[in-house]
């Protein structure tokens, strides 16, 4: 019997026979991509988008049911925008930038992300996870049309895995039965419990928080409850020891209770039970039906390596958070866009094999960072001794009239891109009145150019971006090309690119990756300079 | 006449906040107290001016 282990929000890759599973030797696929989640079928168009064929095989046939991760930062949205989804999930997707904390019944006080104009993306948007995923899905539909070889195997389980010197080989159940599949790179996207990090018995060391969390996802009668999020650390209707209120579409809110450790899930779940915390936090006039509930409890943890020879991890299934600050599916788009151009360029032959050591490097990096900021959350949100209550209690009594205490205020500290400030493949950053904001290892910022965004301009391969001086237009080092955009800080009147790239420098020439991170930077374009920071930016050296 | 900074202060504030609640690690809380008394003292004495420290006695009221 094939059972799911979740229904479905939507049905998207029905299971069909694959011609694999009548082969009489095992087909090998350049890369294979065990998860249809958001990590695995993102990494699936990154590859297909450059002409790499990658198979997705998923035990499910599309998206399971509930909102999960629902908080999407502007780094993610820069990246669907290179896939072609950004769009859809903008235009879905709640805008807030307002935030609210409260300790029992007072105010604390109140934030607003205030977004620098002059990005094409807000700071950050709430989305259901489903909706996520599907529009990801969509951009592989529109790609396969343009040829893109991607597949998805619905109903595709893995049951076992091979590693061999060159390869890996799966065998996989369907609802037919089993088949074997070999693969010369797989990539594990598989979640948390990620049973390929099993099968390989690796670990998955970290912090155990013994806490559990109610999710509520509601709707709402009325629209009366603002587009901001709330957070309540000891909340005076007691429905949790802290409560956050997020506003999803759909007229849909999310509410976290958190629930203590030994807690009866069972009866947690019930309806007339989660009625009583949501009642005693909205009042009894306030009309609602629940579309969704869940009890989780999480970890602060990661593998040592993300990298096991031919078999990588990405997203959940690497490194897991609490979710105090949105790190768990912005951390993995991360980790989609970082491995995706590298595989490219290894499969093509344009890159060594070492250079995806530096995916491992630069996102157990990023790893490490949303680990402790997100363990730091934890440890604020529910301290460990009386000391630590102390002082988080002290701490919030003063940040209601003293400025100085707000910033040690903890509720989250909401998910901004990984600079890869010593990484291997960093190129010379000689451009010494240009701000740290577009240093070597930061993402490019945003900027208004013309009618459009800067990013908008930069895409899926090198850049060598010029401003107000000239580059080629095309440049090729060792088979790897490279794109030369030369453009004027007299196309963006707002004086946002001169305030994000040159400070008071004239000029600037950058390097940029094909994931967007800046490689090196200098102020004039040199040829043999240029040739250093691209072959080592691709590990040639 | 220099007074209380109320306004943030600290380039860092998590590493500092990270800092306090690890040097309590280990104590018990009438250690966590005493230690807390040494740290008010120990710091009252580097600002070292009486007007800041009354209006710092004030704003912890």
């Not at chain 1, 060792?478 to 008071?504: A, H, Q, W």
């Not at chain 2, 998590?14 to 003292?41: K, M, P, Q, V, W």
Request: glycine share 8%.
């Amino acid at each position: 019997m094939f059972q799911d282990r979740y229904p479905l929000a939507f049905k998207l890759y029905p299971y069909e026979k694959s011609k694999d599973q009548d082969a009489s030797d095992a087909v090998r696929h350049p890369v294979v991509i065990v998860g249809g989640g958001p990590i695995g079928l993102g990494t699936a168009l990154d590859l297909g988008r450059q002409g790499i064929p990658a198979l997705v095989l998923d035990d499910h046939e599309g998206v399971g049911i509930g909102s999960r991760a629902i908080c999407f930062a502007k780094r993610t949205l820069e990246i669907a925008d290179r896939y072609g989804c950004g769009e859809a999930m903008l235009e879905k997707g709640v805008v807030w930038n307002v935030g609210k904390v409260f300790q029992d019944d007072r105010q604390v006080y109140e934030f607003n992300l205030l977004p620098e104009t002059g990005h094409r993306n807000p700071a950050f948007i709430n989305l259901q996870q489903p909706y996520f995923e599907k529009f990801i899905f969509q951009s592989i539909c529109a790609e396969k049309e343009k040829g893109a070889p991607i597949e998805v195997r619905g109903k595709n389980r893995v049951e076992a895995v091979e590693t061999k010197n060159d390869h890996v080989v799966l065998t996989v159940m369907t609802p037919d039965g089993p088949y074997t599949v070999e693969a010369d790179w797989l990539i594990s996207c598989d979640g948390a419990s990620s049973p390929i990090r099993g099968m390989l018995d690796l670990g998955f060391d970290g912090r155990v928080f013994q806490d559990s969390f109610l999710i509520a996802d509601i709707k709402m009668k009325s629209n009366d409850f603002p587009t901001e999020r709330w957070f309540w650390f000891d909340p005076y209707f007691k429905s949790g020891a802290s409560t956050l209120l997020h506003k999803q579409p759909d007229d849909i809110w999310r509410v976290d209770f958190q629930i203590g450790w030994d807690v009866d899930r069972d009866e947690e779940m019930k309806e007339e039970n989660i009625r009583k915390r949501l009642d005693a936090m909205l009042g009894d006039d306030v009309e609602y039906d629940i579309v969704w509930s869940s009890i989780y409890t999480f970890q602060c943890r990661r593998m040592k390596r993300f990298r096991h020879d031919r078999v990588f991890f990405a997203g959940d299934a690497a490194h897991q958070v609490s979710p105090f600050g949105a790190r768990g599916a912005n951390s993995g788009f991360q980790d989609v866009d970082n491995l995706g151009w590298k595989l490219g360029l290894v499969v093509t032959g344009k890159a060594p094999e070492s250079l995806l050591d530096t995916y491992n490097e630069e996102r157990v990096y990023g790893a490490d960072e949303n680990i402790l900021n997100s363990t730091r959350s934890t440890d604020f949100i529910t301290p460990k001794s009386k000391v630590s209550r102390s002082f988080r209690d002290a701490v919030l009594k003063l940040a209601e009239k003293h400025a100085f205490a707000r910033p040690l205020v903890n509720s989250g500290r909401l998910s901004v891109p990984c600079t890869y400030d010593h990484s291997s493949l960093n190129g010379p950053d000689k451009l010494p009145g240009a701000p740290a904001v577009s240093r070597v290892g930061a993402p490019c910022p945003d900027a208004p150019l013309g009618d459009g965004f800067l990013l908008d301009k930069l895409g899926d391969e090198f850049v060598v971006l010029a401003i107000d001086t000239a580059v080629p237009d095309e440049i090729e080092i060792e088979g790897i090309p490279v794109r030369g955009i030369s453009i004027k800080t007299t196309d963006d009147p707002s004086n946002g690119l001169v305030e994000r790239y040159l400070g008071s420098e004239k000029q600037g020439v950058y390097l940029i990756r094909p994931d967007q991170h800046v490689a090196a930077r200098e102020r004039t374009y040199h040829p043999d300079a240029l040739r250093a920071a691209v072959l080592k930016a691709c590990g040639k050296e | 006449m220099a007074h209380l900074i109320t306004e943030p202060n600290m380039p860092a504030p998590d590493d500092f906040y990270a800092d306090l609640i690890a040097a309590h690690t280990g104590l018990s809380d009438d250690e966590s107290e005493a230690f807390n008394a040494r740290l008010i003292l120990v710091l009252a004495n580097h600002i070292g001016n009486q007007t800041i420290l009354r209006e710092a006695l004030e704003a912890s009221k």
